[in-house]
């Protein structure tokens, strides 16, 4: 470990701990944010939003001094709603309107636009219009949107069914027959919100000189929200420029096309007029495409050592009320359903992935879309398995995984596991978390009466996925590759303009060490531009852990070329041959003689008499990159955990929380390891703390930071971090992404742990987030059981 | 998350306060620490017409010894207990209760009397002082008055204050010396509200326990069978079926997750008073 630490601490290349460049402006407080912009003229919107579930409208009445500052669906009807079908047989359509006219589907469907000088005056105007609604009984639970006679979320469904899908590998009659074993397990994970700490935000404003409309959004993908805005605006893209400004933050939530961007860049056309929206913490939490809310029905079948022979699934997934553009409501559904068998060897497998309509905010993706569900799934089972033989979980689990002997491997969902060692990962996880220590204490009891559990949970986590997984998933929008235009200035500084979204993930910085990589180019001077649809080539933006995988190979391409050519300039302005150069500290070497990029720069925009006969003036690569196989690169980890809970209260508190993981090569060891530690916070939210509740009348039940808890300061353990690096065949550099892998595992590490403690009680949790009251239900009901 | 328009008043005095607030007309609300008002309002779900700031009124932010009990203005803070600002004769449990009341940047505006004003069962104030037999001054246009704090409470955020009257000051009684107190608070997280949290005192010489529980859904609960069978040495076991029965008999609807929660803190709490 040392001597690799060493080699990746060394230069600023790819593996250096470089500091991140644009944290200088983040902790000055020099950011610019949607809600920073200042246009001249500009209205403040509040919206009106439905207070009801479900429920047609008969009337709204707008109080006379405010008739010219609401505005109505009959007032933009020139947009077309959001439409977002997945090419499943059989998946259900639902129109996103820009503003809901018929009728509301969810509290905080949007009714109406409110505009004044300030947000204030706007939700005054908000709050004195009289909604008259026929209500309607909510849909507010999967239970209830499955019985026949359920009213209809979408009155022209047969059903309340977005769509079921099956995935169907191998015998299972032959695996029935042949288990020692069979294991039931049900599980319920709850709904949550996103979170991030600047909410959404819109602000469209017409250009008159280049006579195109400019709409800042706070998103994680301006290209592609440009495209499809265009479209429900019945506008060329070449008249509309998005731009995401700085982003605090996104996980998902921001990568939908929302009515709220439709709405404010129509109503600003309309009216010719600045219009700034700015989501509010209460909006976020009703209102923004919420995350998670699965329900699982499973089934393992193995043999006398825990073997797992076969796996039935059943996954039923809560998308609320609209299916979210360009994902489809059977995001969640579908790759819960698979990626189930995780890293596990398990070659027969069953499964159905059903996705409901409720009168809920629609489900959209999440820090480790489907993936939590789907580990929480198997390693809550595969812990079962463990304890119906009657031997560890840990080695039941790793006995159970794929051999690195086996890679490439093909899983039971056709998936093409690209290389790594699980086995190993697992054992050192086990082997840091102090595995057999662990087990001692426990034996020994604690002198303040809590009980302690261990628990462990593996991952495969798919990143970078090219054009193959995306059109397998049937989506709109096919999410195959991402620019970088390499340009020098011509005082020999680099500017990368990439189609990704930096909105934390310290981009800014190691797309630089990938030039630095290419050209030896200081980090200092480069400069990477991304989130501006006029700036950048067209691109995908982040998400699907991709933009390191993705625009970094892109990168290396344009650098690669630039650097030949810059090689081609330096040998003819130092006389030498081309293949005797070196590129390095931003200068072009040949023996002890140099020159620097600056002169190289001068020479190819400013000088052409001084380049070689046949050179092209000017530097600067457009380049594409698209993985070499395009079915992803797969990062994996095991997360470990200790737990003491107080069986008084029925309190966790996290004592130990180890990751080992493997995302391939590293780029930038530190930023990596603040992804993996900021990633199980949040899944430590999905675990224990965050949860949005409905009651029967689809009301919402945790709308501000009083009902709704996040993990804090003091919640979230200082978590070890052990990385290994298996760097992926597929991939430049052997690069695999990573940015949602640590929100993958929690519920399933934290559950098992909890669980593992509360053996001595006969009592198990099944359910996110497993708070004190779930826990201490379960406890006071075994005890109640057992009274005689 | 704006509030609706309401007016603003600075209080000088207050009698200038209680005069500002007894316009029945005005939906005059007082504001103090405005850690639990000032959301309510941008969540616009307190109705408010006028907004009497009593921030200025130097009177309600002082601390008064005065032998056998201390006097608290009403606006002392949480961080004036926790930093030992002011005099204490609760042997330590007051600037405890400061300290541990949500996070910092709260307990430096949050105040006393506006918490106990505010009677959200969960706050750790009101059953702090119902442990400590405190006593609460109120002023209003008909005069001062006070009230014991067990008899402030009617219910969950329903107070013995009418209208027009504001929380002056609170007397607690000085404790005896050799008085332990215990205190264990269940909450889903560091600063959040608590779920369930008890309070017991145990004057060892004197043979007197006293054990409250609070976040119960309404006034603080004063166990006195509890804290009898404590008293007179009983068992753990004994004392944990008293406590049993007496919280089922309390007249409140506890689900069993509820009163096995009171329990445990109420156990722990006693157990930190040296008893049982």
Redesign the interface.
């Known amino acids: 470990m040392g001597a690799e630490l060493s080699r990746h601490t060394e230069g600023q290349g790819v593996g250096a701990s470089v500091r991140r460049k644009e944290d200088r402006r983040y902790l000055n407080g020099e950011g610019e944010y949607v809600a920073d912009i200042q246009v001249p003229g500009m209205a403040e919107v509040a919206f009106l939003r439905s207070p009801v579930a479900h429920g047609k409208i008969k009337s709204i009445e707008v109080p006379e001094a405010y008739r010219d500052q609401v505005f109505f669906a009959a007032d933009i009807n020139f947009t077309k709603p959001i439409v977002a079908v997945s090419a499943a047989k059989g998946f259900k359509a639902s129109d996103y309107p820009a503003l809901t006219s018929d009728k509301a589907r969810f509290v905080g469907d949007l009714l109406a636009i409110c505009i004044a000088p300030t947000r204030a005056e706007a939700e005054d105007i908000a709050s004195a219009c009289v909604i008259d609604f026929e209500e309607l009984p909510a849909v507010w639970d999967i239970e209830v949107a499955r019985k026949p006679d359920a009213p209809r979320v979408h009155d022209h469904w047969a059903d309340n069914v977005y769509i079921e899908t099956r995935i169907q590998t191998g015998d299972l009659d032959a695996v029935r027959k042949a288990a020692a074993v069979t294991v039931r397990k049900s599980l319920r994970m709850g709904r949550h919100a996103g979170v991030s700490m600047e909410g959404r935000g819109v602000l469209a404003h017409y250009d008159r000189r280049l006579d195109e409309l400019v709409v800042h959004s706070s998103t994680q993908f301006p290209h592609v929200v440009r495209t499809i805005m265009a479209e429900c605006l019945g506008i060329s893209e070449s008249k509309l420029r998005v731009i995401a400004p700085d982003v605090g933050g996104g996980f998902g939530p921001k990568n939908n096309f929302h009515p709220e961007e439709l709405a404010i860049a129509a109503l600003s056309m309309k009216l010719n007029r600045p219009l700034r929206w700015v989501e509010d913490r209460r909006e976020h939490l009703v209102a923004s495409p919420h995350a998670r809310e699965h329900r699982y029905e499973l089934c393992a079948y193995a043999d006398a050592k825990g073997r797992i022979l076969g796996l039935e699934a059943e996954v039923v997934v809560d998308a609320g009320a609209y299916s979210v553009w360009p994902w489809t409501a059977s995001m969640e559904a579908g790759m819960s359903a698979g990626i189930m068998t995780g890293p596990y060897d398990i070659p027969v497998y069953h499964a159905r992935a059903i996705t409901v309509a409720t009168n809920k905010s629609p489900l959209g993706p999440y820090r480790g879309v489907g993936r939590s569900g789907a580990c929480f799934a198997i390693e809550t089972l595969v812990d079962a398995v463990a304890r119906a033989v009657n031997r560890e979980p840990a080695d039941v689990r790793i006995e159970n995984m794929v051999r690195p002997e086996a890679m490439p491997y093909q899983s039971a969902t056709h998936k093409l596991y690209d290389s790594g060692d699980y086995p190993e990962c697992a054992k050192r996880a086990r082997e840091a978390v102090d595995f057999a220590g662990v087990r001692a204490r426990q034996a020994r009891g604690e002198p303040d009466g809590r009980l302690i559990g261990l628990g462990m949970a593996s991952y495969t986590e798919q990143s970078a996925h090219g054009t193959a997984e995306w059109v397998a998933r049937g989506l709109p929008v096919v999410f195959g590759y991402e620019p970088a235009l390499a340009r020098f200035t011509p005082d020999g500084k680099l500017i990368l303009f990439v189609g990704i979204q930096n909105h934390g993930q310290g981009l800014e910085t190691t797309l630089a060490q990938v030039a630095n990589q290419e050209l030896g180019i200081p980090v200092a001077d480069v400069i990477v531009r991304h989130g501006d649809s006029s700036v950048s080539p067209y691109g995908m933006g982040t998400f699907a852990s991709r933009s390191m995988t993705m625009a970094g190979g892109a990168v290396s391409v344009a650098c690669a070329a630039l650097a030949e050519k810059i090689k081609r300039i330096g040998a003819h302005l130092l006389q030498a041959q081309v293949d005797a150069v070196t590129l390095a500290n931003g200068r072009v070497h040949v023996g002890d003689q140099s020159v620097s990029f600056v002169e190289v720069a001068q020479a190819a925009f400013l000088h052409p008499e001084r380049l070689p006969v046949g050179e092209d003036p000017a530097l600067e690569v457009n380049a594409v990159y698209q993985p070499g196989r395009s079915t992803g690169a797969f990062s994996y980890a095991t997360h470990a955990c200790v737990v003491a809970v107080d069986a008084g209260t029925g309190h966790v508190e996290i004592l130990d929380y180890v990751v080992c993981h493997d995302c391939g090569t590293m780029v930038n060891p530190m930023i990596v390891e603040a992804q993996v530690v900021g990633g199980v916070a949040q899944g430590l939210g999905t675990a224990l703390y965050e949860e949005i509740p409905y009651d029967e009348n689809g009301q919402p039940l945790a709308s501000t930071f009083l009902d709704y808890t996040i993990p804090g300061p003091t919640e979230v353990p200082d978590v070890r971090v052990l990385h290994m690096e298996t760097p992926s065949p597929h991939t430049r550099f052997g690069i695999k992404g990573m940015g949602e892998g640590g929100a993958i595992a929690p519920p399933a590490v934290v559950i098992n742990a909890i669980n593992d403690a509360l053996r001595p009680l006969k009592v198990e949790i099944g359910e996110t987030p497993a708070t004190a009251e779930r826990i201490l239900h379960e406890i006071v009901a075994a005890q109640e059981a057992r009274r005689p | 998350?704006?509030?609706?328009?309401f007016t603003y008043h600075r209080a000088t005095s207050v009698e200038d306060a209680i005069a500002q607030l007894s316009d029945p007309d005005a939906m005059a609300r007082p504001l103090a620490g405005g850690q639990s008002l000032v959301?309510m309002l941008n969540?616009?779900l307190a109705p408010v017409g006028r907004l009497v700031d009593l921030g200025r009124i130097d009177a309600l932010k002082h601390a008064e010894d005065q032998g056998a009990s201390i006097r608290y203005g009403a606006l002392l803070t949480h961080a004036a207990f926790e930093d030992h600002r002011v005099p204490d004769g609760s042997n330590g449990l007051m600037p405890y209760i400061g300290g541990q009341i949500a996070y910092r940047a709260v307990r430096t505006r949050g105040t006393i009397g506006g918490a106990i004003a505010l009677a959200d069962p969960a706050a750790d104030w009101l059953t702090t002082v119902v442990a400590l037999e405190g006593e609460i001054a109120i002023a209003g246009a008909k005069g001062r008055r006070t009230v014991a704090a067990a008899d402030f409470v009617i219910g969950p955020y329903m107070t013995a204050l009418d209208e027009g009257e504001i929380i002056e000051a609170i007397i607690v009684p000085r404790r005896p010396a050799g008085e332990r107190w215990g205190h264990y608070k269940?909450t889903?997280?560091?600063?959040?509200?608590a779920?369930?949290m008890a309070i017991a005192l145990n004057d060892a010489s004197s043979r007197k326990v006293r054990l409250v529980i609070g976040a119960t859904e309404g006034a603080p609960l004063v166990m006195v069978k509890t804290a009898a069978s404590c008293a007179q040495g009983a068992s753990r076991e004994q004392v944990a079926a008293v406590l049993h029965e007496e919280l089922a008999a309390s007249g409140r609807d506890f689900s069993?997750?509820k009163l096995?929660?009171h329990r445990?803190?109420a156990l722990?709490a006693l157990q930190q008073a040296g008893l049982s």
């Open positions: 998350m704006k509030p609706a328009p959301p969540l616009r269940a889903r997280k560091t600063g959040e509200y779920d369930s069993p997750v096995h929660l445990t803190t722990r």
